[in-house]
């Protein structure tokens, strides 16, 4: 058996290449920028009147007293004015292009009006209230970097530069596969012996949250049945997800028949609580890659955060963030194995803070719906109250 930290790295040395494809900008949130964006031209690309008021010329300015004809009216979406003569001005809406000649706009507000004849009553700056050509980026300079993840702040951004089709990281085709003769469907009334399937759906709905496309497919534990199926299915997808069978039962058929279809296990076992009998492996030819977790709830669902959601990142070429929560109370890891504690976190005035929530094991799906994320204690670990521990997040918690 290995270290969490040797199958850790073990998994992150097999990304795939899936390359990348262009999509449209409606479609593209969530997903991970494989370009560099360029600035197309200066943001702003013109001074713009970050007010609505009147634009004048500062040095035309000499007391408070003097009257500013109007001439004209700026509007947002219309070609630049000209201001013509040091007793005039020009209305200016916020948006609008700083006429020629004028370098200030006043406000409204610091301003009083009589019939078109304008006087300003308040201190005026030069240069106030206009937002100056590419004072936020000059034309060719790099917006957004490649590896970059979409949120809607990049969207914005790839609009603002006319990016209708924008080149993403492909994601790889998923199989979710469930095993277990004991498994029936979310509608089915089971049986005493009998549990509804759970981890499938799970993964489903984390791999949803990846944009990742999945499909659901189920095996039962008969060898020949099983063999048939992950044939097919490494042919047809990049990633096969399954949960079960990979246990020392003698009806966990999983790992020869993976060994039987040329998968090549890079490892099988690992010193760790929950997610022990987790299989990895590689088939060279279909470029495909298999994460088998051991079928129990909690067991699935640490193992798919601790690993798939960092191989998927190196994958599309992105980093896993790296966070730490201040531990509430002290806590003893007695094994040789790495474990992983659910947790619920608070947000103090010091910063995040975790407290163990006690389960019955793995298989204790109900717990999850309480936990905020796993913290991570190596072998034999004495973790005193208050000092920073890894935490993986399970659920958003901002
Ligand atoms: P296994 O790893 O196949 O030995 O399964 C371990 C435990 O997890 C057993 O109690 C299974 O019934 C349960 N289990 C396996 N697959 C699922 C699943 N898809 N949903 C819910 N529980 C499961
Ligand atoms: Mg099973």
Redesign the pocket.
């Given at each position: 058996m290995i270290s969490f930290e040797e199958a850790f790295q073990k998994v992150m040395d097999n990304p795939l290449d899936l390359g990348n494809e262009k999509i449209h900008l409606d479609q593209c949130m969530g997903r991970i920028l494989a370009e560099t964006i360029i600035a197309d031209r200066d943001f702003p690309p013109f001074d713009r009147a970050t007010k609505d008021g009147i634009a004048i010329r500062f040095d035309a300015l000499k007391s408070s007293e003097q009257e500013f004809k109007v001439v004209g009216v700026a509007q947002a979406g219309s070609p630049q004015l000209t201001l013509e003569g040091d007793s005039n001005c020009i209305e200016i809406m916020t948006g609008a292009m700083v006429p020629k000649n004028a370098d200030t706009v006043v406000m409204y507000e610091h301003t009083n009006r009589k019939g078109d004849i304008f006087t300003i009553h308040k201190t005026v700056n030069k240069g106030q209230d206009i937002h100056y050509q590419a004072s936020d980026i000059a034309k060719n300079g790099a917006l957004l970097q490649e590896g970059t993840k979409i949120t809607p702040a990049e969207i914005g951004v790839l609009a603002s530069v006319g990016k209708s089709e924008v080149l993403v990281k492909k994601s790889p085709k998923v199989a979710v596969v469930?095993?277990?003769n004991?498994?029936v469907d979310v509608h089915e009334i089971p049986e005493p012996y009998q549990?509804?399937?759970?981890?499938?759906h799970t993964l489903m709905a984390l791999l949803e949250k990846e944009h990742v496309k999945a499909s659901l497919f189920h095996l039962v534990?008969e060898p020949n049945a099983i063999k048939e199926t992950l044939k097919k299915l490494l042919g047809q997808f990049d990633v096969l997800l399954l949960?079960?069978?990979?246990?020392k039962?003698k009806?966990?058929f999983l790992p020869e028949v993976f060994d039987s279809l040329g998968v090549e296990k890079v490892f099988h076992r690992v010193l760790q609580r929950p997610g022990k009998?987790f299989w990895f492996g590689r088939h060279a030819g279909h470029h495909s890659i298999v994460f088998s977790f051991?079928?129990?709830?909690v067991?699935?669902f640490v193992n798919y955060h601790t690993y798939f959601k960092p191989w998927l990142n190196k994958t599309l070429g992105t980093d896993t963030p790296h966070f730490t929560v201040i531990l509430e109370e002290a806590l003893t890891n007695q094994t040789d194995l790495s474990i992983f504690v659910g947790v619920a976190v608070k947000f103090k005035e010091s910063g995040l803070y975790a407290k163990s929530l006690s389960t019955s094991g793995s298989?204790d799906?109900a717990s999850l719906a309480q936990v905020d994320g796993f913290i991570q204690l190596g072998p034999y670990e004495e973790a005193k109250k208050g000092i920073n521990v890894p935490f993986i997040p399970t659920r958003s918690i901002i």
């Open positions: 469930s095993t277990g004991e498994l549990i509804r399937k759970s981890n499938s534990d949960s079960g069978g990979v246990s039962g009806y966990d009998p051991p079928g129990n709830p067991s699935t298989g799906l």
